[in-house]
């Protein structure tokens, strides 16, 4: 199955309101996101045998969420809403687009496809700032292109996250991927990665590191011997590229903002001092069921912490399950075709660093955004993950 018949047979009325979500122009991407639930339901007919229980669980918790929300509505009535509707609306729209018989390959394309359109307004906003200020800047905010309004680092690096992932696709030597392919990867990922050095993001760092590892841990027992000697010999050839002409030196000039990060030890051992904040709402979590907020609180710099100090122990217990049952289906994706190691080794890295960005900030208040995309990709697991195995196109 070809891009173009793909995109076609998915339908540009979907596509259209969901690219511009994605891309979030002059910060009005909720409003095509309301107008891509509207076109679900007006095909309501095409998403219902979508529904099962995770879309239930996450449905609950997000009415829940809202529920609570709009008792205290701080960030305007207009959130009540969408945090409601958009996860699991978001979540069918990831099932449908997963359609029968989709090559592995193309799946692949899909996933990093998405995670690049999620990165472009922050992507071309650092490399403007690049342009304009180099790497030697004190000023970890970045003007946003679009409107030129300062955003603060760690929200920008959150768009990068899944380009941050792409390494893995040089690394499993069994899949053929185009020179073409190849070379616009490696493109977005150095442009990703200059982007993180600005921004400081030891986050992204530690994803991009961790996505290597892991990629290398999930492929070498799984691969030929050929096929490890081809990576052994990538890897070696890039390393000694990289000693060669990358000055690898933390006062270097594009090490200016995360070199002097890197070297925070003692604020790095505690996540950014986040490991206090953690022990301190895991008390409150049974001390104040109901939540709990006030001048002096402070965010608890991880997803579910920080819903149950908003909104309480019930929200809570629901995004709990929904984690639970989406990294079980992430593990029996990557187990459904063995062979397919390119998409398993994708499916699991995208959910880890996701989990990842999840347990160091306050996402529904912050990244909001980010968990809907999740939500899309847990979407698009589940149904890979219930198409018949003779419905599996598997690349040869």
């Known amino acids: 199955m070809k891009v173009a018949s793909y995109l076609k047979d998915i339908g540009y009325i979907y596509l259209i309101p969901f690219i511009t979500y994605l891309i979030n122009p002059f910060g009005i991407g909720y409003l095509f996101g309301y107008a891509l639930i509207l076109v679900i339901l007006l095909n309501g007919k095409k998403m219902i045998h979508y ?39 978001f979540y069918l729209f990831g099932k449908y687009i ?15 496809a998405i995670g690049f359109v999620f990165s472009i ?52 030597k069994k899949t053929k991927i185009s020179i073409l392919s190849q070379l616009v990867a490696g493109i977005i990922f150095i442009t990703s990665l200059l982007s993180v050095f600005r921004l400081g993001s030891r986050t992204q760092l530690m994803i991009c590191l961790l996505s290597i590892a892991l990629s290398l841990i999930f492929v070498i027992p799984k691969q030929t ?59 409150n979590l ?11 609180v402070r965010y608890a710099h991880n997803l579910w912490l920080d819903v149950a100090r908003y909104a309480g122990l019930l929200p809570f217990l629901l995004l709990l399950i929904f ?37 160091v900030e306050p996402v529904m208040e912050g990244l909001f955004f980010l968990f809907t995309v999740y939500c899309l990709f847990q979407g698009i697991i589940n149904a890979y993950l219930k198409q018949p195995k003779s419905e599996i196109d598997l690349q040869k």
């Open 286 to 296: 049974f001390t104040y069921p109901l939540g709990w907020q006030g001048p002096n």
């Open 51 to 89: 529904l099962d229980r995770d879309f239930v669980f996450l449905s609950l918790f997000s009415i829940t969420y809202a529920l609570f929300y709009a008792v205290y509505p701080i960030s305007g009535v207009q959130l009540i809403f969408i945090y409601a509707l958009f996860p699991g609306f």
């Open 225 to 283: 011997i050929r096929a490890n000697t081809k990576l052994l010999f990538f890897l070696s050839l890039i390393s000694i590229l990289i000693l060669k002409f990358v000055p690898l030196n933390l006062n270097a000039d594009y090490f200016s903002v995360l070199g002097s990060r890197l070297q925070e030890s003692s604020n790095t051992s505690s996540a950014g001092g986040r490991t206090s904040l953690w022990i301190e709402g895991l008390e």
């Open 98 to 112: 997963v359609l029968p018989k989709m090559n592995p390959l193309l799946l692949v394309f899909v996933l990093f």
């Open 323 to 359: 984690t639970f049952r989406s990294l079980r289906n992430t593990y029996k994706a990557t187990r459904k075709a063995p062979n397919e190691l390119l998409l398993n080794t994708t499916l699991l890295i995208f959910t880890m660093a996701s989990m990842l960005i999840f347990f």
């Open 121 to 172: 307004s922050s992507l071309i906003s650092v490399v403007i700032n690049l342009r304009e200020g180099g790497f030697v800047q004190l000023n970890r905010e970045i003007p946003l292109f679009w409107n030129g309004k300062d955003t603060k680092a760690t929200l920008m690096a959150a768009y990068l996250t899944f380009n941050m992932c792409l390494p893995i696709i040089y690394l499993i």
